[in-house]
């Protein structure tokens, strides 16, 4: 007989259940039951799937039921440190929204707990497992970009952010623009170009869509630890669809999102030539590879390896977030990203 991970949400909002199909569809687990804050929402979101688990009246209810072997944090980021790192002491493997922390006390708080435990992790930068991604991370394995020259990535995600009371409105929600939801394209760079050493950043009020509690226009010049340069933003306020630009440019070629130039490995090539795959053209949760990376996961806990995007990655493009923030508040001034 399969023993099967059970597994417990924190939260019952838009991307739980995206969460719920893909952990009630893996073979190995099992979803136990679902803490959240508004009674009822949790059993409703339960019911629309098909699910039979549990709506925990209490977070003290949900920690102590012993079935609980993956802990999945999906409730906002405000209150992400304390439960992953309860999580993590009860030694639960952690399924990790982002932004990790809105702070690097925060995001230090759960790598610490983490590594006392030695439970297993991954944060859900989802575009890691986007096809797309998942070529282009190959095409720079197999030598096609070389060394990096110059790299950049775009999060413009106005949409779903212009919606009267949005809880992505509020500072003391998600913090900033490139934490709540920019930190892909810092994150999606990063695991493509390298490691950031420098950065500086500006930021612009709204001009659209005014209940925004922080700046939701940033853009950020890069310095590589390898001395390449960059540019990123962070877009949220805007008359525009979701896109997600990730341009790349190397010693031995180009790629800019699903089109790649090589003289060096494609001779006869006298521009882009397009590679068709699913791009990550949508803002919506169901679009997001989910499936793909929780199978990577229950993989990481049943072979007893880390994930590629396990708490100890995520940090430091965590830092590098924090770092675009300071240097913001503090005029654009370049201020150094600290991984430790």
Wanted: net charge negative; proline share 5%; charged share 20%.
């Amino acid at each position: 007989m399969t023993v099967k991970y059970g597994v417990g949400l924190l939260g019952a909002g838009w991307v739980a259940g995206e969460y719920v199909k893909v952990f009630d569809d893996h073979p190995l687990t099992e979803v136990i039951g679902i803490y959240n804050r508004t009674p009822g929402k949790a059993a409703r979101l339960l019911q629309t799937h098909g699910v039979d688990g549990v709506e925990y009246a209490t977070l003290d209810d949900f920690f102590a039921d012993d079935r609980i072997q993956i802990v999945v944090s999906c409730t906002h980021p405000q209150v992400r440190a304390a439960h992953c790192v309860r999580a993590a002491q009860t030694g639960r493997h952690i399924v990790i929204e982002k932004p990790v922390g809105l702070s690097r006390r925060d995001t230090a708080a759960i790598r610490e707990a983490v590594s006392r435990s030695g439970v297993k992790t991954v944060t859900s930068f989802v575009l890691r497992w986007n096809p797309q991604f998942v070529t282009v991370r190959q095409l720079i394995d197999d030598g096609v970009l070389g060394e990096l020259i110059y790299g950049e990535a775009d999060y413009w995600h106005p949409a779903r952010r212009a919606q009267p009371g949005s809880p992505y409105m509020r500072k003391d929600v998600v913090g900033s623009a490139f934490l709540s939801g920019g930190c892909h394209a810092v994150d999606m760079l990063r695991y493509l170009g390298g490691e950031v050493s420098e950065v500086a950043a500006f930021a612009a009020p709204p001009k659209r869509v005014h209940a925004f509690e922080f700046e939701p226009v940033v853009v950020a010049s890069l310095r590589f630890a390898n001395g390449a340069v960059g540019k990123l933003s962070a877009l949220l306020d805007g008359d525009t669809p979701y896109r997600f630009n990730c341009r790349l440019f190397g010693t031995n070629g180009a790629i800019q999102n699903n089109e790649v130039y090589s003289s060096a490995n494609y001779p006869g090539a006298h521009d882009y030539w397009r590679f068709p795959t699913i791009t990550p053209n949508s803002g919506d949760v169901t679009h997001h590879p989910f499936a793909a990376e929780i199978e990577h996961f229950v993989d990481c806990i049943e072979n007893g390896v880390e994930s590629h995007a396990s708490i100890d990655d995520s940090y430091k493009s965590m830092a590098i977030c924090f770092a675009i923030d300071e240097s913001v508040a503090k005029g654009g001034q370049p201020t150094p990203v600290l991984y430790d």
